[in-house]
C-alpha cells in the first residue's frame, strides 16, 4: 500500500474514532441530561407526597383552624365566615321564587315554581347575560341598574301558568361571589371586587341595599330575602334533593367549603340562638395553610409571583386555576437544566398560566399506547414538536402527581369537616349517612381528580365510616340554591305556618 493510501486510511480512521467518540460522548450526555430530567421530577415527587399520616395531620389541622376560626374573628387563617343562614330549604317550600346569580362577567336570573313535597320544583327557567367591559370599571348605579332592568324583563315573562299571588312581594335569593362582610341573611358589605370588576363607589356599601335601589328605580317591586354565596347555594341545593346533606365543596377554577355548624358551637356568635339550632358556615377554606401541607419550590414561587402573595395558599396546590401552572412549572425546570426539550428552552413554556387545567386532564387521561393526546397538546399549546414516547409517559407522570397531590389533600380537608361535626366515626348500631354535596369544573370533568378524591376518603375514614359518607354532585346547586334559600327564609313563611 503507498504512502498516501496509508495516510487516507490513518485519517479515516482517526475520523471514524473521532465521531464514534462524538456519539458516545453525545449518548452520555443525553443520557445525563435524561438522569437529571427525571432527577428534578423524582424530588418533585418527594416533595409533593400525601402519605396517609400526613393527610391525617393535615385533616387535624384543618379541625383545629376551622375551631380557631369559629372562637374569634382574625383567629385563623380560615375566616370561618357565619353566613345567618339557619333554615335551609327541607323540600315542603311552595310558590315562585327568583334568584340572581352574579359572580362573573356573566350573571344568571332564575326562576322555579315550587310544589312542596309532592312536586319539588315544578318548573325552572333561567336566561343568562352577558355585562359590557364598561359597567365592570363603572359606576355603582351603572351596574345595578343594569342588573335589575335585566330582571325586570325576565320577571316580565311570567307565563299565565306560574302561581304568582299578586298580594304578595316577589321574592329573590342573591348569589354575589365576591368578597363581602355578611351582616344579616339579607345584607352584606362589599369588601372587596375581584375577577376583572373595579367599581369603587360599591366598596364599603351593602350590595342589597344597592339592588334594591336599582329596582326601585325601575318599579320593580321585588325583595331580596337571601345573600349567599356559591358554595352555600350549593349546599342549599344538596340539602334540599337531601336531608342527609352536611357540608359542600366546590372544586372549580376556585375552592371553598360550607357546612352546617351547631350554633352553640360558635363562641364568636353573640346573637339569640335562631330556633333551627343550627348557622351554616362559610369556611373559605382556600385560604387554610398548615406546616403540614406538602409545599413545592414551584408552589413557592407560584405564590410569590401572584396578585395575592401569601393568601390563598390551600386553593393554590388543589383548585383549577393552578394545576396546569403547576405542570408547566415543572417542565420548565426539567428544560432549563436538564435540556428536555432540547438545547432551547420553548419559548412557549416560559408563558405563565399558558397550560391550563383541561389541557392537563387531557394528557393526563391520554390511553392511546403512542400518546398522541399529549404529542397533540404540546404541538398545539407549546409548539413543541417531535418529542419522544419516553418523554410523553414522564409529562404524563408529571400530571398524575400534581392532580393526586391536590385531590388527596382535598380528601384531607373533607375529612377534617366531618371530624369537626362528629361524622368521623361509627357510633354503635347508628347508621347515619353524611352527604357532602360537590360542585365545580375541576371535580365534574377531571375524572382522575375525582376517584383518586373519593378513593383517598375511602383510605382515611376506612370501609366501614366510609360506608356511611356520600359524596353527589349537586349540578349547579348555586344558582337553584339560592331560589331554595330566598324559600326558605321568606317574609310569608311565618304567615303560612300559623
Known amino acids: 500500500m503507498g504512502k498516501v493510501a496509508v495516510g487516507a486510511a490513518v485519517v479515516c480512521a482517526a475520523a471514524v474514532c473521532a465521531a464514534a467518540a462524538l456519539v458516545v460522548r453525545h449518548r452520555m450526555k ?16 418527594e416533595k409533593c407526597g400525601t402519605n396517609i399520616s400526613k393527610l391525617k395531620q393535615v385533616a387535624d389541622a384543618m379541625t383545629v383552624e376551622m375551631h380557631a376560626g369559629l372562637a374569634s374573628e382574625g383567629g385563623s387563617k380560615l375566616k370561618m365566615i357565619i353566613s345567618y343562614v339557619d333554615n335551609l330549604p327541607t323540600g315542603d317550600e311552595k310558590g315562585l321564587f ?37 359597567l365592570m370599571t363603572g359606576s ?15 320577571v316580565a315573562t311570567e307565563s299565565e301558568g306560574l302561581h ?22 339579607s345584607s352584606g358589605t362589599l369588601i372587596k371586587w375581584t ?25 320593580l317591586d321585588m325583595r331580596v330575602t337571601a345573600l349567599v354565596n356559591d358554595t352555600i347555594g350549593t349546599l342549599a341545593g344538596g340539602r334540599y334533593n337531601n336531608p342527609d346533606v352536611v357540608a359542600a365543596v366546590i372544586l372549580g377554577t376556585g375552592t371553598n367549603a360550607a357546612y352546617v355548624e ?49 393568601e390563598q395558599i390551600f386553593e393554590k396546590i388543589i383548585s383549577g386555576m393552578y394545576l396546569g401552572e403547576i405542570v408547566r412549572r415543572v417542565l420548565c425546570k426539567m428544560a432549563e437544566e436538564a435540556a428536555f426539550f432540547g438545547d432551547t428552552v420553548p419559548a412557549k413554556l416560559k408563558i405563565p398560566f399558558i397550560l391550563r387545567t383541561p389541557h392537563m386532564s387531557a394528557m393526563h387521561h391520554d390511553t392511546s ?55 368521623d366515626t361509627v357510633k354503635d348500631g347508628e347508621k347515619q349517612k ?56 321568606s317574609q310569608y313563611t311565618e304567615a303560612d305556618e300559623s
Not at 195 to 219: C, H, P, Y
Not at 278 to 298: A, Q
Not at 457 to 481: A, K, M, Q
Request: hydrophobic residues 40%.
Open 30 to 45: 443525553s443520557s445525563g441530561k435524561w438522569a437529571q430530567a427525571i432527577s428534578i421530577l423524582k424530588e418533585f415527587e
Open 98 to 134: 327568583y334568584a340572581l346569580d352574579l359572580g362573573g362577567t356573566n350573571f344568571r336570573v332564575l326562576r322555579v315554581q315550587l310544589g312542596g313535597k309532592e312536586h319539588r320544583v315544578v318548573k325552572q327557567e333561567f336566561e343568562e347575560v352577558s355585562i359590557p367591559p364598561h
Open 140 to 154: 355603582s348605579d351603572a351596574l345595578f341598574d343594569y342588573i335589575a332592568s335585566a330582571l325586570a324583563k325576565f
Open 164 to 185: 304568582f299571588s299578586p298580594d304578595r312581594q316577589r321574592e329573590l335569593g342573591f348569589t354575589f361571589s365576591f368578597p363581602v362582610r355578611q351582616t344579616s341573611i
Open 195 to 219: 375577577k376583572g370588576f373595579s367599581i369603587d363607589d360599591t366598596v364599603g356599601q351593602d350590595v342589597v341595599g344597592e339592588l334594591t335601589k336599582a329596582m326601585e328605580r325601575i318599579g
Open 262 to 310: 351547631r350554633a352553640h358551637a360558635i363562641p364568636k356568635w353573640h346573637g339569640l340562638l335562631p330556633k333551627s339550632g343550627d348557622m351554616v358556615i362559610n369556611m373559605e377554606w382556600g385560604n387554610f395553610r398548615s406546616s403540614h401541607l406538602p409545599i413545592t419550590e414551584y408552589d413557592q414561587a407560584l405564590d410569590a409571583e401572584s396578585l395575592n402573595p401569601g
Open 369 to 423: 399506547p403512542d400518546l398522541k393526546i399529549v404529542a397533540a397538546k404540546l404541538k398545539d399549546i407549546l409548539e413543541i414538536s417531535n418529542t419522544s414516547l419516553k418523554m410523553r409517559k414522564v409529562i404524563v407522570e408529571l400530571c398524575d402527581l400534581v392532580a393526586s397531590r391536590g385531590a388527596r389533600l382535598s380528601a384531607a380537608g373533607i375529612v377534617g369537616i366531618l371530624k369537626k361535626i362528629g361524622r
Open 434 to 489: 353524611s352527604v357532602v354535596s360537590l360542585d365545580g369544573g375541576l371535580y365534574e370533568h377531571y375524572t382522575k381528580f375525582r376517584t383518586c378524591m373519593e378513593d383517598t376518603l375511602v383510605e382515611l375514614l376506612g370501609e366501614e365510616v366510609s360506608n356511611n359518607i356520600v359524596i353527589e354532585h349537586s349540578n349547579d346547586g348555586s344558582g337553584i340554591g339560592a331560589a331554595l334559600l330566598a324559600a326558605s327564609h
